[in-house]
């Protein structure tokens, strides 16, 4: 069972600090990484994906990863209240798109 | 943009009925996914589709059946409803090749 784990939190993090969130995955032959908001009561959506190893930047939020460690963090810089959810994270599975995703870490930003 | 459709965000059903949740889709993608969202067990895979009248098994496909019979639509079937099957259900869907998947807005199934 291919298998991607993260801390379930609550992390809990002030206003305008980072916040760093972690997934490890088990399955050597991954090549895709994304991360994905949700909302209490809304469905997932896109925030970030990466497919090579390093750093990935997008506004407030940086993406890495670490093949030969087989990680992936995202880091979310001047965090805000707003930025309260549930971060999944998800890796390919090698077949037809699929994606194995985490159980997700739930942030909260605190004032 | 992407957007993915479900038919109902908020369903109630009795034991023993037949379920249909619909997803359609307005990107021409190839895939199309069902999961379930359940606290502590995070999304699980039911079916997936990667063309018109193909399906696949995810994890858990017991107690569900899948159609696709035009491209921009996905059907998840619940045979007989039972207690068990009460969870967020979820539907996504993703470009041939690429493994991006956008999801819809939910449907919230509880049977009693």
């Known amino acids: 069972q291919k298998e991607v784990e993260q801390n379930s939190g609550p992390l809990s993090v002030p206003e305008g600090a980072i916040a760093s969130l972690n997934c490890t995955y088990s399955d050597r032959v991954s090549q895709s990484f994304f991360w994905y908001r949700q909302y209490s009561g809304k469905s997932p959506e896109l925030i970030m994906s990466i497919y090579s190893n390093g750093d990935k930047e997008d506004g407030r939020f940086t993406a890495q990863l670490n093949k030969a460690s087989q990680y992936v963090s995202l880091l979310i810089r001047d965090s805000q209240p707003s930025d309260s959810a549930t971060y999944l994270c998800a890796v390919d599975t090698g077949t037809a798109s699929k994606l194995t995703f985490g159980t997700g870490t739930r942030l909260q930003v605190t004032l | 943009d992407v957007k993915v459709t479900q038919s109902s965000r908020y369903l109630v059903k009795r034991t023993g009925e037949k379920v249909f949740l619909e997803c359609v889709q307005d990107?021409?993608?190839?895939?199309m996914f069902w999961y379930r969202q359940d606290p502590g067990l995070g999304l699980r895979l039911i079916y997936f589709?990667?063309?018109?009248?193909?399906?696949e098994k995810g994890d858990i496909p017991e107690g569900y059946s899948v159609s696709r019979e035009k491209k921009e639509r996905f059907s998840l079937i619940l045979e007989s409803a039972s207690t068990n099957q009460t969870s967020m259900y979820l539907c996504a869907s993703s470009s041939g090749g690429m493994e991006t998947q956008y999801f819809g807005p939910g449907t919230r199934l509880l049977v009693l």
């Open positions: 990107m021409d993608h190839e895939n």
């Open positions: 589709s990667y063309d018109v009248k193909m399906k």
